[in-house]
């Protein structure tokens, strides 16, 4: 009988031990998956270590988290072609605004950029046309998306991006060109050329003689754009 009350009191010491063992454990489990769970919130704006660790987090967590990063991360930054270099710098949008820009344009020098938003050329020429504006004040630059603008366009024997037409007062148009990064200097020759102290006496030309409001509707038909 006192061989089989030592034999339970030994056993019974042994699955107290097991149990305690296995509180630990258990305990010490948590505090890891917590410990788990804390740096990969800490690290969710650095991606490269929640890759790298070794630590396992729950996969849905991680998820929400790098969401939450790509919100937070993401921008909004407007189109090349949306940028404007200042007051002096007009998007057009219709025929009816053109008209209306010359017009009241006066006796200024206007230059009209006439670009697509696909086109390479014009992409690249752009951010030098926008310095060019800020340093002639003076100068109003019109800005005319092809792609919008295509009757017009085509009235205005637009063929290649980007293309650029000068116009003046009582002069009406002065110059018409295209032009490319490349061969920014005929920009700049003909702002010379053309940008002088002078009244023009009588009414504003505009574009002349091409009646712009009763132009039919072009083929859906790209232009083309110059080689750089």
């Known amino acids: 009988m ?11 010491s042994m699955f107290s031990t097991s149990l305690n063992s296995l509180h630990q454990s258990q305990f010490l ?3 890891n998956s917590k410990r788990v769970l804390s740096i ?27 969401k939450i990063q790509a919100t937070i991360t993401e921008t909004e930054q407007p189109k090349w072609w949306e940028k404007n270099a200042g007051p002096n710098m007009i998007d057009i949008h219709s025929t009816h605004e053109f008209l209306n820009a010359l017009s009241e344009a006066g006796d200024k020098l206007v230059i009209v ?4 938003t696909w086109c ?17 004040p003076e100068i109003l630059f019109l800005k005319v998306n092809f792609d919008e603008n295509k009757p017009m366009c085509k009235n205005l024997n637009v063929k ?3 293309y650029f037409h000068f116009y003046r007062g009582a002069d009406g148009q002065l110059e018409s060109f295209s032009c490319s990064l490349a061969k920014f200097q005929k920009i ?4 010379e050329t ?21 132009v039919s509707a072009p083929k859906n038909k790209k232009a083309e754009s110059p080689s750089s």
């Open 2 to 12: 006192a061989a089989i009350v030592r034999w339970l009191s030994c056993n019974s």
């Open 29 to 31: 489990c948590k505090n």
């Open 40 to 66: 990969a919130a800490d690290s969710c704006l650095t991606s490269d270590f929640i890759f790298n660790s070794r630590f396992v987090a729950n996969p849905r967590k991680q998820s929400l988290q790098f």
């Open 113 to 116: 950029e006439f670009y697509g």
């Open 120 to 136: 390479a050329s014009c992409r690249a020429l752009f951010p030098k046309l926008c310095k060019t504006a800020q340093e002639h």
């Open 160 to 162: 290649v991006l980007p």
């Open 188 to 191: 700049k020759d003909a702002i």
């Open 194 to 214: 053309h940008n002088t102290d002078r009244c023009s006496i009588g009414p504003n030309k505009g574009v002349g003689d091409v009646n712009l409001e009763t």
